[in-house]
């Protein structure tokens, strides 16, 4: 790619934002200093509009390009927060704070996007208005729904909206996107049985809660291998199993809790109602009495198939045809850029991270170098899509 020489003037102060972002972070919506930071240097960049508070603690900044008002506003995405996670990286800029880290690169999302925002204030080589959406609560928060449900869509008219994320492994300099669903739904359940204790000499004395949740921890796994079709992608997994403290006692209760993904809304439909089903089933059969909470979360994140060729098109050109992956498979990880991409068409896409530690890892970091990578392709979605 030949970087464009307005953008790489700016590289080293998004670099110097990253790692402050990165040394400071901060959880789902308590985003004081993080979205404070944000709105300064949207501030001081000239954008037309600067709003704060969206969605509890998000910030939209408002960038009018010069070539007329067309009336179209193509919107910008990036996340802010972070994980709770101890650091265990060494970094000159590690976090600063016990217990928490950009352990998704959200800190270089950021900083990409306030680098797109500064080279689309400083040139407004394009018709119309960008939309830079500063994002809380990623992480299991659904901040983008909190956005969407503060009025963000229809008070700032927008019409399209694109994000990208980073992607250990995929190399710098690359962009993955691909067509249809990119990431599966998120849904959590919590599984409580409560049963008779007793000594576990005696166990036909009892209502046997362990043994009821070993049944329905094997009975769910048969949904993905008997119920969904083989052609649509789906997990079931119990990640938690609580109960007892001894050997010589049958407990009383039990706990299992746990996540389900799937690629399609049938899917998501047909786990559901399967998983009550077995649940009520088991308890029937074994006499234990089962409160089941099942909680949907974020919906599967799919690209519709013109703004992803779009997206596509725009990174051909950017950074070359044979930088551009639209052939890898979805993933079974979720974002809450779902909820954005159903209240408007756009895109979700891959950039390349290089060789670094995966996402939500200890020693994971942001590569710097993929900054000016995002930072072009973000501007040039919005002057290609708002060209005059």
Same mark, same amino acid.
């Given at each position: ?8 003037? !700016? ?48 910030? =939209? ?7 007329? %008002? ?20 060494? !970094? ?29 204030? %400083? ?22 729904k ?20 980073n ?60 119920n =969904? ?12 199993f ?24 049938? %899917?998501r ?35 519709? %198939? ?7 098109g ?26 954005m ?40 979605? =919005? ?6």
């Open positions: 790619m030949s970087l464009n020489p307005v953008i790489a003037e !700016l590289v080293p102060d998004a670099q110097r934002w990253r790692r402050h972002l990165h040394a400071h972070p901060e959880l789902l919506y308590d985003l004081d200093q993080t979205a404070a930071f944000v709105a300064e240097r949207l501030r001081e960049f000239g954008c037309d509009e600067v709003r704060t508070g969206v969605g509890r603690s998000g910030v =939209v900044g408002v960038i009018k390009g010069r070539k007329g %008002a067309s009336g179209r506003a193509i919107g910008l995405r990036a996340d802010m927060d972070a994980l709770p996670i101890s650091e265990t990286t060494n !970094l000159p800029y590690r976090s600063t704070v016990p217990g928490r880290m950009h352990a998704c690169g959200h800190d270089g999302h950021t900083a990409i996007l306030l680098g797109a925002a500064r080279y689309l204030a %400083a040139t407004r080589n394009f018709a119309g208005s960008a939309v830079v959406i500063f994002q809380p609560a990623e992480e299991g928060g659904a901040g983008a909190a956005m969407i449900d503060d009025g963000l869509m229809d008070t700032f008219a927008i019409e399209e909206v694109y994000a990208l994320h992607a250990p492994k995929l190399a710098v300099g690359e962009i993955s996107v691909r067509a249809g669903a990119a990431m599966a739904s998120a849904d959590f359940f919590v599984v409580k049985l409560q049963g008779k204790g007793g000594h576990a000499a005696f166990p036909h004395n009892c209502a046997d809660v362990i043994v009821a949740g070993a049944q329905i921890v094997t009975a769910l796994q048969t949904i993905v291998s008997r =969904v079709d083989p052609l649509d992608s789906c997990v079931v997994s119990v990640a938690r609580t109960a007892g403290n001894t050997d010589n006692i049958l407990p009383q209760s039990a706990e299992l809790e746990g996540t389900v993904r799937t690629l399609s809304p049938a %899917a439909d047909l786990v559901e109602r399967r998983f009550r089903q077995i649940v009520a089933g088991i308890a029937a059969a074994s006499g234990v009495d089962v409160t089941l909470n099942y909680r949907r979360n974020y919906p599967v994140t799919v690209n519709p %198939a013109k703004q992803a060729e779009f997206a596509a725009v990174a051909r050109e950017t950074l070359g045809t044979d930088k551009v992956r639209t052939d890898e498979p979805p993933v079974m990880g979720a974002e809450d850029f779902s909820f991409l159903e209240a408007r068409p756009g895109a979700f896409v891959w950039l390349g991270n290089g060789d670094t530690a995966g996402l939500h890892h200890s020693e994971y970091d942001f590569n710097d170098a993929a900054l000016p990578y995002g930072m072009t392709y973000f501007a040039r979605i =919005v002057e290609t899509a708002l060209a005059a």
